[in-house]
C-alpha cells in the first residue's frame, strides 16, 4: 500500500498570500496517478487537479499541481477567502488507492 | 451534469449489515467507474472500493472481508453493503464517480445500539 504523507499539517497564511503544499509518496506513483482535492467544513470533497498536473474543469488557474515519482506539490499563486480549507491528496495509481492525511490552510 | 444522490439509514446496530445506494442522475452509469469513500468524524478520507458499470470490482483490503459493491444499470444505481459493523465504522459515507469528479452530498451513518 502507498502511504501518502502531506505537509504541512497546517499552513496558516494571509489572503494574497502564496500556498505551498507538499504530498510525498513511500514509493513511486504510477504515471503520476495523482490528484488533489478540497474539502470545506459539511461538504463534500472537490476535485481540484488529476494526473499531478491537470486542473479539473471550472478550477481557476490560480491552483497549479506539479511533481512526479513520489513527490508532489500543490500550490495556490494568490490566495483568496475561500481558498481556506483542507487540502487532500490522493494516489489512485496503485490499488488500495489512497489519500493523505491533508493540509488544513487556515486564515493568518 | 450528472449528479450522485446517497441514500440509506443514519444509524445502524453493532453487528449488523450498513446498506446504501448511489443514485446517478443527468447521465448514464455505463462506462464509468464509481466509488465509494468514507470519512470517520473529524478524521481523513478513506477509500472503501470501486465498481465498473458490467460488475468488476475493487476493494481496499482492510474491507474486503466485509464490502460488497454492486451495480444496477437498470435503475442508474450502485451500492455498498458493510457487513458486521462496529463503532469504528462510524462515518460520513460518499459515493463518486471513480475520476473523483463527482461526488454524492454524503450520508452520515452512526453504529450505536
Known amino acids: 500500500e502507498i502511504v501518502l504523507t502531506q505537509s504541512p499539517g497546517t499552513l496558516s497564511l494571509s489572503p494574497g498570500e502564496r500556498a505551498t503544499l507538499s504530498c510525498r509518496a513511500s514509493q513511486s506513483v504510477s504515471s503520476s496517478y495523482l490528484a488533489w482535492y478540497q474539502q470545506k467544513p459539511g461538504r463534500a470533497p472537490r476535485l481540484l487537479i488529476y494526473?499531478?498536473?491537470s486542473r479539473a474543469t471550472g478550477i481557476p488557474d490560480t491552483f497549479s499541481g506539479s511533481g512526479s515519482g513520489t513527490d508532489f506539490t500543490l500550490t495556490i499563486s494568490r490566495l483568496q477567502p475561500e481558498d481556506f480549507a483542507v487540502y487532500y491528496c490522493q494516489q489512485y495509481g496503485s490499488s488500495p488507492y489512497t489519500f493523505g492525511q491533508g493540509t488544513k490552510l487556515e486564515i493568518k | 451534469q450528472v449528479q450522485l444522490q446517497e441514500s440509506g439509514p443514519g444509524l445502524v446496530k453493532p453487528s449488523e449489515t450498513l446498506s446504501l445506494t448511489c443514485t446517478v442522475s443527468?447521465?448514464?452509469?455505463?462506462?464509468?467507474?464509481w466509488s465509494w469513500i468514507r470519512q470517520p468524524p473529524g478524521k481523513g478520507l478513506e477509500w472503501i472500493g470501486y465498481i465498473y458499470y458490467t460488475g468488476s470490482t475493487n476493494y481496499n483490503p482492510s474491507l474486503k472481508s466485509r464490502v460488497t459493491i454492486s451495480v444496477d444499470t437498470s435503475k442508474n444505481q450502485f451500492s455498498l453493503k458493510l457487513r458486521s459493523v462496529t463503532a469504528a465504522d462510524t462515518a460520513v459515507y460518499y459515493c463518486a464517480r471513480a475520476y473523483g469528479d463527482v461526488w454524492g452530498q454524503g450520508n452520515t451513518v452512526t453504529v450505536s445500539s
Open positions: 443527468g447521465g448514464s452509469i455505463s462506462g464509468y467507474y
Open positions: 494526473g499531478a498536473s
